[in-house]
């Protein structure tokens, strides 16, 4: 349980981070001057003390340029300007003050020969600096990543905790695994009810889906059962030809209502049991397909013209294709009128493509999406979810009175 929020716990985290940090700097520099003058203080206390008992006062002024010291007196001449100066070589510094002697200046020499420390040693005080420096650097890292792994553990304990829930395969009590509540009441509280409940619905509705679709597919092939069982007992009987043709034709009615019960219930489920990765041949559903239609073409004297160019095998759900193309065929068949040119089906390695030419009256009376489905009750949106359900391509295209239907894989 957390009493702040997670933004003012953040903010707090990293002002705590930041004041660690600059008092821990602020020791450092304190304790780099501090040691820098006992360095000082103690290399002009030893050079005093060599040359004792001839003590000599340092830093010396000067009044004449002719009694400074000799690699200085050139440079004095130059008449320089007030300030002070570096002589690296002769380890001279030198101070340049205004005066009212004739000169209008004096010089005030500080002899560091034997105070200063030697390179040597500069670069060994530089490595020491450069190792105290990334050392409180590499602190402060560590103390960052600590108070900020604490600041936001909430948001990573509820990642990993949805991050362990599958959600392709979710069961009844995957919402559970939330429990929101131990994550206070905060934005991440917040969060975790919002998902806990999210999963509580979908469960649920998986929950009635299943139920639904358990039921719906003993309710619906019922009937559809007992009317297939009764056909066959009624081709057994002496019919007259009439009877037969009205018979066949409830016969054909059947096997389609069976075959669209059979795939709605299959878009209807959330798992498919692999049948959404099968292999199939495509040319043999392509047959079936003209040859349980072909009764749409009487006295239409329209021929069908069958291009199997290549012999495609298809990766998704094979009553699935076999409804999407009886869809486009029976549409082609119903919509194509006597004399105008033959429906062509045309098979190749990626996609099939089914044609047939329309009456120009029958182009403005129906709409693609409304040609699709006259008479038939499944339309192009159907398809279409067949088609991205497996990832599959559909596109319709009415070019004058020619209409295409491309189903690509």
């Excluded at 005080?125 to 590499?138: A, F, H, K, P, Y």
């Excluded at 599958?166 to 509280?189: C, M, T, Y």
Aim: glycine share 8%.
């Amino acid at each position: 349980m957390y009493r702040h929020s997670l933004r003012k716990r953040v903010a707090i985290a990293f002002a705590v981070c930041v004041a660690v940090l600059s008092v821990a700097w602020g020791f450092a520099f304190f304790a780099a001057i501090k040691l820098s003058e006992d360095r000082v203080m103690t290399h002009q206390l030893e050079h005093a003390a060599g040359s004792y008992p001839a003590l000599t006062m340092n830093p010396r002024g000067y009044d004449q340029i002719d009694s400074l010291p000799e690699s200085l007196r050139e440079w004095a001449r130059t008449d320089p300007a007030e300030g002070t100066y570096e002589f690296t070589a002769d380890e001279f510094h030198v101070a340049v003050v205004p005066t009212e002697n004739e000169q209008g200046r004096a010089f005030v020499v500080f002899d560091v020969a034997g105070i200063e420390a030697d390179s040597s040693e500069d670069w060994w005080w530089l490595l020491v600096i450069t190792g105290v420096v990334g050392t409180l650097g590499l602190l402060g890292f560590g103390l960052g990543m600590v108070v900020i792994r604490r600041a936001v553990a909430p948001v990573a304990e509820l990642a990993q905790v949805v991050a362990s829930i599958d959600l392709k395969h979710l069961s009844a009590g995957d919402h559970k695994r939330i429990e929101s509540g131990r994550f206070g009441d905060d934005e991440v509280g917040m969060l975790a009810g919002t998902i806990e409940k999210t999963l509580e619905r979908i469960s649920a509705f998986i929950v009635r889906e299943r139920y639904f679709t358990g039921s719906a597919s003993h309710e619906l092939r019922t009937p559809v059962t007992v009317i297939t069982g009764a056909l066959e007992l009624l081709q057994q009987s002496d019919l007259s030809a009439a009877d037969a043709k009205v018979l066949d034709r409830v016969r054909r009615a059947t096997h389609e209502m069976k075959t669209t019960i059979e795939m709605f219930l299959c878009l209807a489920r959330e798992t498919d049991d692999g049948l959404y990765e099968e292999q199939f041949a495509v040319m043999p559903m392509v047959s079936q397909a003209v040859e349980q239609q072909r009764h749409l073409l009487n006295d239409k004297f329209v021929d069908v013209d069958i291009d199997d160019r290549a012999t495609p095998r298809v990766s998704g759900h094979p009553q699935a294709f076999y409804i999407a193309v009886n869809n486009l065929v029976r549409n082609a068949f119903e919509h194509a009128h006597e004399g105008q040119g033959p429906i062509t089906i045309l098979l190749n390695e990626r996609e099939l493509l089914v044609a047939n030419h329309v009456s120009i009256d029958a182009d403005r009376r129906y709409m693609p999406a409304e040609a699709s489905s006259h008479g038939y009750g499944l339309g192009l949106g159907i398809v279409q979810r067949l088609c991205e359900r497996n990832g599959w391509s559909f596109v319709l295209n009415v070019d004058g009175t020619r209409v295409a239907a491309r189903l690509s894989w």
